[in-house]
């Protein structure tokens, strides 16, 4: 009896909760309610409108899609309200997974609902259900080639090793095809032949290779650069000619004889809708050939004799896949979206611009499963800018000031300390500033400016502001006016910061700024016991004009002056596309183990072998469009002999 009582009581409780979610998800009212919110672009808002009625979710629409555009378009956020949106309206749910690949956007669009749900009388908590995972294990096989990740270097793979006649597999944990290089701007291409880019600049490939080397100081694998210079170019052709790409003329980018980068043209089609109809036009070269998005790769299959049978990996619905076939290309995008691999690799977790979905788990498995090799796992990444160490926007300022911070991080004019205090670059050096400032060794660097730099800012605005503080957002209307009738969400230059004042109070509250009347004072602040010393041999070098350390310009050697009211810390932190070392391979793009040797039938493309080219001293260097040229160049060569060493196979165990 006593049993029966504690079942009913059990059931009739469970009957309550489930009633009381039915009348807590009934209490929101109907009606549509518009939010404005923040995703991928951390500067430029969007809208979402949020439908209810009868107590559930009867629509979600994005209304103004603001910021959320890539450079040429919005692929990210629409793979976003193609997936993310209906499995919150059918789960009925706030609970559900991001979008992998548009993770922000996601954010956004969930907050959006969640704002919603408060603005209509509900609670936010009630609407948190997460749908069950699938168990199931599906096989495939028949495969001659399984690309991993389908960006720039995994579409190049996919459709060369079609075009050898192979059949091939890809997959990719996003949601769409593209990844981070849809954020970018073109690949370095030395020498192509394609009307459509000629320039009328030829680069000397032997003199652009020895500068290549000499700038690594021979650390790098020569045969690598010269793999890339010889073969850039012909790979830009193929793009252009066969797959049907579109480039701008070459041109130099922070080199003036290196007319090697190949900006993309997107008058007629987007990056990203040039990758689609690059695969789309391979995978119907076979009835066989077939790619499928959401499905992450987790590990790599081996054979007895340590060769790689396949792949496994795990679908957004939790599906289990084991896909086989003789030869695997990793184009997984390196390792930047994992905390703990770029905490052993550099002893702290990085920031990045690119995509988070590349999280190294296809590298890892291939460094532990198949005793993989790397090469320069340490080296500083593909980095165009620092930021502060929080992304906040301050309430009340002009919306393009709340970049300031950020801007002044990067400027020329300030002392750059690493979080001991200490100098460690020409800030005004020639490598970008957040490259220089990655050297630093440290998560942060602190900018070190006095009060009469801020006050000038409040007065004058900046001389110039660096490029990529309204780049990398596209807050510029005069570069996107797809995006912006104006330019409140750019930071200008001669524009007076007039709400300075707030600006540094909300600055200091998001701990992006540290304020004090001395230098020993901000030093113990900041926890930087150099900085006393630093600031004492920096105001030396701008007094007499000369800056014997690191050779800084003198026109940039601005002092710091106590005096002047206050001295700030701006605690900044580079971000990155992407890490930059990675796997060890040969001029086959063969991946090779700790010992040298070939692992058959493993291949890594991009920036899962990027590290070939540079040194764990020098990092990324930017000759123009070097990443992205890699990505194309390996990962064209991969695909072809992928291709020929996975048909060989499958050949003979069919023979046998």
């Known amino acids: 009896m006593k049993k029966f009582m504690a079942i009913l009581l059990i059931g009739t409780l469970i009957l309550t909760l489930c009633c009381g979610m039915a009348g807590a998800e009934a209490a929101v009212a109907d009606g549509t309610y518009e939010e404005t919110v923040y995703g991928n672009n951390y500067t430029i808002p969007f809208k979402v409108a949020v439908t209810f009625k009868d107590g559930k979710i009867q629509n979600i629409e994005v209304t103004d899609r603001g910021g959320e555009w890539a450079e040429y378009d919005d692929s990210i956020l629409q793979s976003a309200i193609d997936t993310f949106i209906p499995r919150i309206i059918e789960a009925q749910s706030i609970g559900v997974d991001a979008t992998t690949g548009?993770?922000?956007?996601?954010?956004?669009?969930?907050?959006?609902?969640?704002?919603?749900?408060?603005?209509?009388?509900?609670?936010?908590?009630?609407?948190?259900?997460?749908?069950?995972?699938?168990?199931?294990?599906?096989?495939?096989d028949g495969y001659d080639v399984i690309v991993v990740g389908l960006g720039a270097s995994g579409v190049m793979a996919y459709c060369n090793a079609a075009d050898a006649g192979a059949r091939v597999f890809g997959l990719d944990a996003a949601a769409r095809i593209g990844g981070t290089s849809t954020q970018v701007s073109g690949p370095m291409a030395v020498n192509p032949e394609s009307e459509s880019v000629q320039s009328g600049m030829t680069v000397d490939a032997e003199a652009f290779k020895a500068r290549w080397k000499e700038d690594t100081a021979g650390a790098a694998k020569d045969e690598l650069i010269d793999l890339i210079v010889d073969k850039s170019g012909e790979t830009l052709d193929y793009a252009i000619n066969e797959l049907g790409y579109q480039f701008?003329?070459?041109?130099?980018?922070?080199?003036?004889?290196?007319?090697?980068?190949?900006?993309?043209?997107?008058?007629?089609?987007?990056?990203?809708?040039?990758?689609?109809?690059?695969?789309?036009?391979?995978?119907?070269?076979?009835?066989?050939?077939?790619?499928?998005?959401?499905?992450?790769?987790?590990?790599?299959?081996?054979?007895?004799?340590?060769?790689?049978?396949?792949?496994?990996?795990?679908?957004?619905?939790?599906?289990?896949?084991?896909?086989?076939?003789?030869?695997?290309?990793?184009?997984?995008?390196?390792?930047g979206g994992?905390?703990?691999?770029?905490?052993?690799?550099?002893?702290?977790?990085?920031?990045?611009?690119?995509?988070?979905?590349?999280?190294?788990?296809?590298?890892?498995?291939?460094?532990?499963?198949?005793?993989?090799?790397?090469?320069?796992?340490?080296?500083?990444?593909?980095?165009?800018?620092?930021?502060?160490?929080?992304?906040?926007?301050?309430?009340?300022?002009?919306?393009?000031?709340?970049?300031?911070?950020?801007?002044i991080a990067n400027n020329y004019d300030i002392l750059a300390v690493n979080e001991n205090g200490a100098r460690f670059a020409n800030e005004a050096g020639s490598m970008t500033v957040a490259e220089n400032y990655w050297r630093g060794g440290t998560q942060f660097y602190y900018a070190i400016v006095d009060q009469a730099y801020m006050d000038n800012l409040k007065e004058n605005g900046f001389d110039s502001?660096?490029?990529?503080?309204?780049?990398?957002?596209?807050?510029?209307?005069?570069?996107?006016?797809?995006?912006?009738?104006?330019?409140?969400?750019?930071?200008?230059?001669?524009?007076?910061?007039?709400?300075?004042?707030?600006?540094?109070?909300?600055?200091?509250?998001?701990?992006?700024?540290?304020?004090?009347?001395t230098v020993a004072e901000l030093a113990e602040m900041i926890g930087a016991p150099e900085l006393v010393s630093t600031v004492e041999a920096y105001n030396a070098a701008c007094e007499s004009g000369e800056d014997s350390e690191f050779g800084k310009d003198a026109m940039f050697l601005r002092n710091i002056d106590e005096s002047s009211g206050a001295v700030y810390a701006i605690k900044a932190a580079p971000y990155c596309y992407s890490t930059n070392g990675a796997l060890d391979v040969n001029e086959n793009i063969e991946v090779l183990d700790a010992e040298g040797n070939v692992i058959p039938g493993l291949y890594a493309c991009g920036t899962d072998s990027m590290g070939v080219f540079f040194t764990e001293e020098t990092g990324y260097i930017d000759y123009g469009g070097v990443a992205h040229g890699w990505c194309f160049t390996s990962g064209k060569i991969a695909g072809a002999n992928a291709a020929a060493y996975g048909m060989e196979r499958n050949q003979a165990a069919e023979a046998a």
Not at 253 to 264: G, I, K, R
Not at 286 to 300: A, F, Q, R, S, W
Not at 344 to 366: E, F, K, V, W
């Open 248 to 335: 701008y003329p070459t041109m130099p980018f922070f080199y003036d004889d290196l007319a090697v980068w190949a900006t993309y043209n997107c008058e007629e089609s987007s990056i990203h809708d040039m990758m689609v109809a690059a695969i789309e036009s391979r995978k119907a070269l076979n009835e066989k050939n077939d790619y499928i998005l959401e499905l992450k790769g987790t590990e790599i299959l081996k054979n007895e004799d340590g060769s790689v049978a396949g792949v496994k990996a795990v679908a957004y619905d939790g599906t289990t896949y084991e896909i086989y076939a003789p030869s695997v290309i990793l184009c997984t995008g390196g390792f």
């Open 338 to 407: 994992s905390a703990q691999m770029t905490k052993d690799a550099y002893g702290y977790p990085i920031r990045l611009h690119g995509m988070y979905q590349n999280d190294g788990t296809m590298l890892s498995s291939a460094i532990n499963d198949m005793n993989a090799g790397t090469f320069s796992m340490s080296s500083a990444g593909m980095c165009h800018s620092g930021r502060t160490a929080n992304l906040v926007r301050i309430d009340g300022v002009t919306p393009g000031h709340n970049k300031a911070l950020s801007a």
């Open 102 to 140: 548009a993770t922000m956007s996601s954010a956004g669009i969930r907050n959006a609902v969640r704002m919603a749900i408060e603005e209509a009388g509900g609670n936010p908590s009630d609407w948190q259900s997460k749908p069950e995972k699938r168990t199931e294990t599906v096989v495939v």
């Open 465 to 517: 502001v660096y490029m990529m503080i309204n780049s990398q957002d596209f807050s510029n209307s005069e570069w996107y006016p797809f995006i912006s009738e104006n330019n409140e969400y750019a930071l200008l230059e001669n524009d007076p910061i007039t709400d300075m004042d707030a600006l540094i109070e909300g600055s200091i509250e998001a701990k992006n700024l540290y304020r004090a009347s």
